[in-house]
């Protein structure tokens, strides 16, 4: 079951790929490309925090 943080997170890299399409289309690429790389990143540290959440239950 999601949480309102992973909402939150998966909230956060939706806009982050709209932000770089509208970019990218705009015509900078290079700014594109730029937040597009913070797709992954942002769902990597959601899945990292939840990691460490869950493993400091007892």
């Given at each position: 079951?999601?949480?309102p943080?992973?909402?939150f997170?998966?909230?956060a890299a939706l806009?982050?790929?709209i932000l770089s399409i509208f970019v990218?289309?705009?015509g900078s690429?290079?700014?594109g490309l730029f937040i597009g790389i913070w797709v992954p990143s942002i769902l990597g540290?959601?899945?990292y925090f939840k990691i460490l959440k869950y493993r400091s239950r007892p």
């Open positions: 079951m999601l949480k943080s992973d909402y997170i998966l909230g806009i982050s790929m990218w289309f705009t690429h290079d700014a540290f959601g899945a």
